[in-house]
């Protein structure tokens, strides 16, 4: 049975994962606008999942006798100042879910909640590949400027990127 106040902060850990995804729509949408199909493609895959990290969450407040308390989501901002724009604020908002995380890991060991803490494993060793990527992204955009082959062939590469459930997922839907 999860505290009051676990479930509190578990239900705003469902919201940052929603708005997560909502950000990765809108850039998404904003790299069809300037052309970059491939990166649209790899912000929508990263879109999906963020809803399997908030369904995530939200099924493990369910089953642990919590409610789940949606609230609303914030717009996200729908202009970028280009690829690598995008990429630099995609690991600074990862960079927030990390601690948001990692806030949720204290919380959990401090109330002695270890069926939360286990739970919450996955997400942290999600936290350190979500940033890992970004960070490959960035370095490649930084190597190859703002346009020209260089970044045509990052587009292709990102195009690649397909969307599977996680392997420890147990949700049928995403």
Same mark, same amino acid.
């Given at each position: 049975?999860? =505290?009051?106040?676990?479930?509190?902060?578990?239900?705003?850990?469902? &919201?940052?994962?929603?708005? =997560?995804? $909502?950000? $990765?729509?809108?850039?998404?949408?904003? =790299?069809?606008?300037?052309?970059?199909?491939?990166? #649209? *493609?790899?912000?929508?895959?990263? $879109?999906?999942?963020?809803?399997?990290?908030?369904?995530? +969450? !939200?099924? $493990?407040?369910?089953?642990?006798?919590?409610?789940?308390?949606?609230?609303?989501?914030?717009?996200?901002?729908?202009? !970028?100042?280009?690829?690598?724009?995008?990429?630099?604020?995609?690991?600074?908002?990862?960079?927030?879910?990390?601690?948001?995380? &990692?806030?949720?890991? *204290?919380? #959990?060991?401090?109330?002695?909640?270890?069926?939360?803490?286990?739970?919450?494993?996955?997400?942290?060793?999600?936290?350190?590949?979500?940033? #890992?990527?970004? *960070?490959?992204?960035?370095?490649?955009?930084?190597?190859?400027?703002?346009?020209?082959?260089?970044?045509?062939? +990052?587009?292709?590469?990102?195009?690649?990127?397909? !969307? #599977?459930?996680?392997?420890?997922? &147990?949700? =049928?839907?995403?």
């Amino acid at each position: 049975m999860l =505290s009051e106040k676990m479930a509190e902060a578990l239900n705003k850990q469902v &919201n940052n994962e929603v708005y =997560s995804a $909502y950000l $990765y729509m809108s850039m998404s949408a904003y =790299s069809t606008f300037i052309g970059l199909k491939g990166f #649209a *493609n790899w912000f929508m895959v990263q $879109y999906k999942e963020e809803m399997v990290h908030a369904m995530k +969450i !939200f099924d $493990y407040i369910n089953d642990q006798g919590g409610q789940v308390k949606l609230m609303p989501i914030a717009q996200p901002p729908t202009e !970028f100042g280009g690829a690598l724009d995008m990429f630099e604020k995609t690991l600074a908002h990862e960079k927030f879910v990390t601690k948001s995380i &990692n806030d949720l890991v *204290n919380l #959990a060991i401090e109330e002695k909640d270890h069926a939360t803490n286990i739970f919450l494993q996955w997400f942290v060793t999600e936290q350190i590949e979500e940033e #890992a990527n970004d *960070n490959e992204i960035i370095a490649k955009l930084k190597l190859v400027g703002k346009e020209g082959n260089g970044l045509f062939m +990052i587009d292709k590469e990102l195009a690649a990127r397909v !969307f #599977a459930l996680p392997a420890t997922s &147990n949700e =049928s839907q995403a």
